[in-house]
């Protein structure tokens, strides 16, 4: 019998974001608000932003479940928004509430990881352009220096931002999040924006805290490796493509953010597509000064690519993402039928072969992979919970597949976080699909344990498990619903 085993340093635990999980009592509106009011349709079942699992009224029990479950660590964000509802303005309620939520964690010895953005932004930052305009870097430095000198002292690890390529791609090259254009010069701006915000924070944070705190300071990235085809069949011109894709989408903001560069690859490839934007002097140097103690990395799934012809890609002008790669589904793929998104537990080989290679083998973790499933309460037993073995054994297929790749590349991966923690609110799915270890009844705020949280609290004990187990296909069909 084989066992999988993480030793007692290695952290354990989820997480959840300020937008998705507290609801909006307090007198404050983002990003989100504008885009549920402009278009509530366009939210599974009209569900916004406002009564998101009430963790601002429910904080205290869900903090004593946490600790129940076994968790030594738990991230969520601060809500920008709730801290500053203004301009200039600062809410002593908001204040206070993350104070008691802070203390609560520490009561009871849980680690303590806040974001400082993730996905959500005040509606003022919204009015003076959002992230097309980059002075709201400044407003951003503000909110950090804010937060440090209120509760630096009680935070372990803090993160500028939660995927900051997903605003960008999603609200500038697609319509999922506001303001919801395909314009790709914007993009560009958006994402210099944020590289900027980040570089600010973080030399904000090197020059007057690093000597006074204990905090960590990083940020969280999601990775999706793009594969060229189905690994097999794929040409000179699919590989192409998915450096390209890995290029923009995986590389280009984390090279700055925790490198402090610019690669030539993508220099040349903005140039080509004149796309470049001018870097005054003094910022490029706040960027190169870019120092960061970790990186949180994001798995849910690769992204499968096949070359765009030839032809097409000349007069293609849409999506600067889509214009060299296309999206291939593989019929062979095990994918999650309800999020569409394909479950290869194996790329944890590669995140670590590029957090070795290309990112200087820094210190991370692993700050989110998760299953987000549909209609979960046909699988409630007779003892009133719901029975998510699949979750379990999607947990197990990834923590086998970390486990050998951290021996394989001698990595500083230092922990494993489940999204989510509890059921929360997931932007336009609202709840359509339940990640959590904890199920919410939105009805009535009801919390109820799942199978999987029994299973971690058991497995925190000795935090090993055998080698041999039920794949997630023994509970659910992940082949066929594509
Ligand atoms: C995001 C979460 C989101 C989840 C499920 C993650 O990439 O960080 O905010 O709810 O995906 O879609």
Not at 70 to 78: M, N
Not at 142 to 150: G, Q, S, T
Not at 364 to 377: H, L, P, T
Not at 403 to 415: E, H, L, M, S, T
Request: glycine share 4%.
């Amino acid at each position: 019998m084989a066992i999988i085993k993480f030793d007692k340093s290695f952290m354990f635990g989820a997480c959840t974001s300020a937008e998705q999980s507290e609801g909006h009592k307090n007198n404050f509106s983002t990003n989100w608000d504008i885009f549920f009011k402009n278009d509530p349709k366009a939210f599974f079942d009209e569900v916004g932003p406002e009564n998101t699992s009430e963790v601002y009224e429910h904080y205290k029990d869900d903090i004593k479940l946490y600790k129940e479950l076994g968790f030594d660590s738990f991230r969520t964000s601060f809500s920008w928004a709730r801290i500053f509802p203004k301009e200039n303005i600062v809410s002593k309620e908001a204040i206070a509430f993350y104070h008691n939520y802070i203390d609560e964690l520490i009561s009871k010895n849980i680690k303590v990881m806040f974001c400082l953005n993730h996905f959500d932004l005040p509606d003022w930052i919204i009015n003076k352009g959002g992230l097309e305009n980059s002075s709201i870097s400044d407003n951003f430095e503000e909110y950090a220096k804010l937060i440090l000198d209120e509760f630096g002292h009680k935070i372990d690890y803090l993160m500028t931002f939660n995927e900051p390529i997903v605003p960008i791609q999603c609200g500038y090259l697609g319509k999922f999040h506001w303001p919801r254009i395909i314009d790709n010069k914007k993009a560009i701006q958006a994402s210099y924006t944020t590289i900027l915000m980040h570089s600010k924070v973080i030399n904000l944070f090197n020059t007057k805290y690093r000597n006074l705190l204990k905090t960590k300071i990083g940020v969280i990235v999601n990775l999706s490796p793009a594969l060229a085809k189905d690994c097999i069949t794929n040409s000179s011109e699919d590989q192409k493509a998915a450096d390209i894709f890995n290029l923009l989408h995986n590389y280009a903001l984390l090279d700055a953010m925790c490198n402090g560069t610019f690669s030539d690859e993508l220099i040349n490839l903005l140039k080509q597509e004149n796309l470049m934007i001018d870097i005054p002097k003094n910022e490029k140097e706040i960027i190169a000064k870019n120092k960061i103690d970790f990186i949180g990395i994001n798995y849910y799934s690769p992204f499968r690519v096949t070359a765009r012809p030839l032809e097409e890609q000349k007069n293609y002008n849409n999506n600067l993402l889509e214009k060299f790669a296309m999206p291939f589904s593989w019929k062979e793929s095990r994918m999650n039928p309800f999020r569409g998104w394909e479950i290869l537990p194996d790329m944890m080989d590669i995140l670590c072969k590029i957090v070795k290679e290309r990112y200087n083998n820094i210190p991370f973790y692993i700050s989110e992979n998760g299953m987000g499933v549909q209609g979960e309460e046909k699988f409630r037993n007779s003892e009133g919970y719901i029975d998510d073995y699949y979750r379990i054994a999607f947990i197990k297929e990834h923590l086998l597949s970390l486990n050998k790749a951290i021996i394989k590349y001698n990595v500083n991966c230092f922990g494993y976080h489940m999204w989510a923690s509890i059921d929360c609110w997931s932007w336009l799915n609202a709840y359509k699909n339940r990640y959590g270890f904890i199920e919410v009844d939105i009805a009535n705020g009801k919390r109820i344990k799942k199978a999987s949280a029994y299973w971690l609290q058991e497995f925190v004990k000795t935090r090993e498990f055998d080698e041999k187990f039920d794949l997630i296909e023994k509970y659910i069909d992940i082949k066929t619903k594509q």
